[in-house]
């Protein structure tokens, strides 16, 4: 413990009567003997070291490996083999592709209807407080639970979307085999649990906005769309880009909606909806090679690190244009 | 003005939206409820029922037989109400020490928390996994709830409400009075640190409780959480589409529960969080 306590439990007794008129009262003031700050941060950064910063600096470099499942305490060198070997399965490429797709599928319909949603929430209402929170309700529900209600009601032949489809004279849809109507039944999934959560986060933002910005605007005759596009929109934009960000985040590691849309981790027969995070964990965990496994997570990192670096370079370069104006 | 005060409030359309949208949002969850009260056979129909039927005892019964939802119910409180008290006192110790104590490495320190949050921790599963087999940890619960304890949102969390709400006279006058850190921190920190406290347990549990990647690498059928026994639920080999929203809705109950009661606090901790972060 990097303590700063004047008198070590070691201190032979005799001495440390000597140096104590030395000690200045400030001193005593400023650093009560018991407890140094660093005593505050301890609980904290042991774990944080132990089970946060250990595993990602120790991902890449077991990425460099061999490591299997039965046997992972041997390490054999294979240098950069685990990343050739993944650029060349096509299954990689399949699962990064389907990882974007379903990203800007569930990530873009998601943050517009929350935007939309933050909007209406932002009106003088009656029963205010349940409307969030019944918005919520789908936040509050987990990955694994959210992901087998949807399975049913997207269910071929007895799942009640395809009825409904029926009921209106659509044919039934494949949800399960067809490519693109299985990543938007996951980005379904994605997009039910996140948008008012989102929703909250925008109004949250709305509500930072000064009301004399919307009097001004009304005073100037702005319809209630151009005080949306002019007012409301710019003062959120800092909420936009962390929102963005976050569902970025959360879009690049989708994992369990694809695994429990039907239970196998291979996200659908021919691999129509596997996501890279599948791809880790079919790899480490149904392969059995974990030095696989952990050059997808780095790759999956450095993904998220440039995606990140992007959104926050438009949003820079956005509001330097603005400022230039 | 009074014209700008009127149309501020929400009209006839606004309603309907709303209305739309938490029905869209609950939807799902009361369909669990139809279809978890339903036999297959009565789900397969033409035109299936849409209000509960009177098999829901019968289809929780089964999937307490089938599933080990029981023993995950108690395992989910343990880790979750182990992760909960944990993330709340480590964070408030850090926080209260980035918020008002003066050190050196301060900013660097809180430099890499708040970058942390920025990255998701599935990405150390691999050594993470490695090491619980090196302790043998493996289908044992301290391996999901020590990893669970960092919590990087946590302490900024807590930092953030205690720059502001915790006066830095209070702390200079203790000082003065010879109070030492660990008795500020009992006696002044915590008090006043109460409600934010309560938020962050709130939203720690409902996260600790929804957790999934980490709890299905590190346990399995035999030591399950309430969201590894769903996915063993959805793995493939329990086909009674009724049973298997049986056990969703047990699983889902809990946290619906807390929601129920204290879903005010909650939206006003994520109202928070969005705000300060």
């Known amino acids: ?325 | 003005m009074t014209a700008n005060v009127s149309a501020r409030r929400g009209g006839r359309l606004t309603y309907a939206v709303l209305i739309c949208a938490v029905l869209v949002s609950a939807f799902p969850l009361y369909w669990t409820l139809v279809a978890a009260s339903r036999s297959n056979a009565e789900l397969a129909r033409p035109l299936p029922a849409l209000l509960p039927g009177p098999r829901l005892l019968d289809n929780l019964s089964s999937v307490l037989d089938e599933a080990a939802i029981g023993k995950a119910l108690l395992n989910s409180l343990i880790v979750s109400g182990a992760i909960t008290v944990g993330t709340v006192l480590c964070s408030t110790l850090a926080g209260f020490a980035f918020a008002k104590l003066r050190f050196r490495g301060r900013g660097a320190l809180l430099g890499a928390v708040v970058a942390s949050m920025m990255i998701p921790p599935q990405l150390g599963v691999i050594p993470l996994f490695m090491l619980i087999v090196e302790l043998h940890w493996v289908n044992q619960l301290q391996a999901v709830i020590l990893p669970g304890l960092v919590s990087a949102f946590g302490v900024f969390f807590m930092r953030q409400f205690l720059v502001q709400s915790l006066p830095d006279e209070l702390i200079e006058a203790a000082r003065v009075d010879g109070a030492s850190h660990a008795r500020i921190f009992w006696s002044i920190v915590v008090p006043i640190a109460r409600p934010a406290m309560a938020v962050l347990g709130l939203l720690t549990f409902m996260t600790a409780w929804n957790d999934f990647f980490w709890p299905v690498v590190a346990l399995s059928s035999q030591e399950p959480t309430v969201q590894v026994a769903l996915r063993q639920l959805g793995g493939g080999y329990v086909h009674d589409q009724s049973v298997i929203m049986a056990g969703t809705l047990l699983g889902t109950l809990p946290v619906l529960l807390v929601f129920g009661l204290l879903g005010r606090q909650i939206v006003g901790g994520i109202m928070q969080g969005a705000v300060k972060g």
């Not at chain 1, 009560?32 to 991902?59: D, E, R």
């Not at chain 1, 997207?154 to 004279?169: P, T």
């Not at chain 1, 769309?225 to 800092?238: E, I, K, S």
């Open chain 1, 1 to 325: 413990m990097p303590s700063a306590e004047p008198l070590s439990p070691q201190a032979p007794p005799a001495p440390a009567t000597a140096p104590k008129p030395p000690e200045p009262p400030s001193r005593r003031r400023g650093r009560p003997a018991s407890l140094s700050p660093y005593a505050f941060l301890v609980p904290f950064f042991t774990l944080f070291a132990a089970f946060g910063i250990f595993p990602l600096l120790y991902t890449a470099y077991v990425s460099l490996y061999r490591a299997e499942l039965q046997t992972p305490g041997e390490l054999e060198w294979r240098g950069l083999g685990n990343y050739t070997a993944l650029f060349t399965d096509p299954f990689f490429w399949t699962a990064l592709r389907n990882t974007f797709t379903i990203g800007v599928l569930s990530t873009v319909p998601q943050l517009l209807m929350a935007l939309g949603l933050a909007h209406v929430l932002n009106y003088r209402l009656r029963a205010r407080t349940f409307f969030r929170t019944a918005l919520l309700l789908p936040y509050a529900t987990s990955v694994a639970a959210a992901s087998l209600i949807f399975a049913q009601l997207f269910g071929h032949d007895f799942g009640l979307i395809n009825r409904l489809l029926d009921l209106v004279g659509i044919h039934p849809v494949d949800w399960q085999n067809g490519t693109a109507a299985s990543q938007v039944a996951v980005s379904t999934i994605v997009v039910w649990r996140w948008t008012g959560y989102n929703a909250l986060i925008y109004l949250a933002g709305m509500q930072t906005i000064p009301a004399e910005l919307y009097e001004a605007a009304e005073v100037d005759g702005a319809s209630r769309w151009r005080q949306f596009l002019h007012v409301t929109l710019p003062g959120l934009r800092p909420t936009i880009v962390f929102t963005s960000i976050v569902s970025t985040i959360g879009a690049t590691q989708l994992f369990g909606e694809p695994l429990l849309f039907e239970g196998s981790v291979s996200g659908g027969i021919s691999h129509q909806y596997q996501t890279l995070g599948l791809y880790l964990y079919e790899q480490g965990w149904g392969f059995f090679h974990l030095g696989r496994a952990a050059a997808i997570a780095w790759v999956m990192f450095l993904l998220i690190v440039v995606l990140v670096g992007a959104n926050a370079w438009a949003a820079r370069r956005r509001s330097r244009k603005e400022a230039g104006r």
